[in-house]
């Protein structure tokens, strides 16, 4: 299964973060979900985290996507030492997608009101 | 503690220093947050009758113990301070990030007390708190000024991307640091705690920009329960069509409903209809025209906001809004009827930082006063009949009180009165009306009048709704509205997705799986109504009394609309007594007594 983003409709409520942070920790706190919203003047960009990398960094710059300029760093899913977010603010442990379980049920996805975030069979 | 940080953040700008205080239990438990709290510190901590733009004003931003929850379209903080507009207390409201990020750092409250030498801009990082010089933003607009923050504190902090990207900001544009009276508290480039002029308090204490960047957590008293309640409010939402009908069109649905029932405010409310509206009745039409996406405040699934695009290149790619407010006032009010010129007019005040709503009288008001000849072209320096697009200089001339913007700068009576036609300017208690025309619906009147803020269109449920336009019982919904949006305000809910019909009920139910409060609806309504009177008798102290609950005689007197006036003087008599109030408009003893401020009215009646 996977979780498609459409950042064309996603608002930037970030209610997604609300949800993950909700049902991992029991608590509220955006630091500590592991999904993040990037919001451009002109567009907002749901990132999921992937899985924790310690390998030197390749992909900085700007890069084009569907006609807007996005860091590159923004759309990488890597949870790396690097970026602030995919990991814990206190420890630093790195965090990472579970898809909340299994059978999968993202909270990102129940919680997504505009239904930019869809769940998808492969 | 669920909820709550418990922590109140005291800044003196006067000695730069900082100090960090518990936050009572008592403030919590009866005054929840938001609104209801900041009039509680206000009251006890400032003499009423100081000059608002004095160092003796304080400056508050609250959150509530819903900020930042989840908890559907609660993510606003509230500024309170005494007003330099209506010289009432005043608690405009603000959504975006900046109120969750001050959540997240660990405060409820921050208090800015005295006035910086110099001015400066603070940032909240957590626990944190960090004083900067601002000399070289001072002048800079309000978009800019957000950039420079960002890019200062992107060396200053070594963020990335992404903690620049959360961080909320409030700051102040050039209209604010001029001291304009109703200049605006703007966030997030574009969005504003706009009534009653608190920029100009930010401004008169040095103060350019606060930014809250918070990683902390907020703590929920029962988070299985409180995700299915959340569940179930999406199913209704969805179920009813409410989150389809207000992301599509947002407030842009309005106009057409004005038309429709004779209250869209037209060249200064010289009419309830505009010919110039009529092509935007269908949301779709302005939504073709302007929009590029939708924008959400901080977790509300309703995306009521709309950026917007105008062909100008003397305008950035995109902008915020414009809302129906904004659309009414400096449009239809003012004979504008395109809305690429609206576009702009909300761009400009978005940028100088002035609220659109005050900013359409004073201009609709200017405007009037040349058609009748009373202010001559001399003193302007051009032409400005109804729809003259000269108003786009004239609210930059306010912004920054050159010429005759000077004067208008001072508020709407100030302006109106040098001219010898006060009556003219369409406000109450200093505030301009909002958009809709009170002869309308008696109903409106009585709410614009009453207000404790001055004309504000928040601050009860508006008359559309079965039993709020039926006149055996608006006065009563008027009461019952006026308390229950108080506690809204505390909460801090969005009040125009929980006001009285839609979702009144949800307040205590949030309340109870974020806090663990017990507090039912009827509970928190007598909180409100307490509130409502503190409210009131800080008016009194501040030196307004009854006589003060006024419209001005163009609603009172001409008939302009449906052929009707507003009995305002029966009405208020009927209202006051459902206040428990005497004829008068000021509270009773028995009334003080049943709500337990007997302390609070010692001096006043």
Known sequence: ?122 | MYGWNGKILRIDLTRGTQKVEELPAYLMREYIGGRAMGDRILFDEIDPRIDALSPENKLIFLTGPLTGTGAPAASRFIVTAKSPLSNCVSSPCCGGYFGPNLKYSGWDVVIFEGKSPEPVYITIQNERVDFHPAKHMWGMESAETEKEIRHEMKKMYNLDNWALNSMGIADIGPAGENLVRFAAIMSDGGRAAGRSGLGAVMGSKNLKALAALGTGQVNIYDPEGFRRAVMDFYKEGRDTGEFYKRRRFGTWGLPGRANASKSQATNNFKSGYSEAFVKYEDPEVTRALIRVRDEACFSCPFSCGKRSRIKDPEYPLTAKGPEHETMALLGANCGLGDMEDICRANYLCNELGMDTITAGTMISCAMELFEEGYLPEKDLGFPLEFGNTNMFKLLKMIAHREGIGDLMAEGGWAFASKYGHAELFMGIKGMGIPAWHPQAFDALGLQYATCNTGGAHTKSTMPFYEGRKDPAYFVEFTKKDQDYICMADSGVLCWIIYHGPLWGEKLSEWLHYVTGSDQTKEDLDRLGERVWNLERLFNMKAGLAGKMDQLPPRITTEPRVKNRIVPLDDLLVEYYKWRGWDQNGVPTKEKLKELGLEKEGEGVI
């Open chain 1, 1 to 122: 299964m996977r979780i498609k983003i459409d950042h064309k409709i996603c608002t930037g409520c970030k209610q997604c973060e609300i949800a993950c942070s909700l049902a991992h920790t029991g608590s509220v706190n955006p630091w500590r979900s592991r999904i993040r919203v990037f919001v451009g003047e002109d567009f907002c960009l749901p990132v999921i985290a992937g899985p924790y990398t310690e390998a030197a960094c390749n992909s900085l710059g700007i890069r084009m996507v569907e006609g807007i300029e996005v860091d590159a760093c923004v759309i990488c899913r890597a949870s790396c030492p690097a970026k602030s977010v995919y990991k814990e603010p206190d420890t630093g442990i790195p965090l990472k997608c579970d898809f909340c379980g299994d059978p999968p049920n993202p909270q990102c996805v129940q919680w997504c009101a505009p239904n930019a975030l869809t769940l998808e069979e492969d």
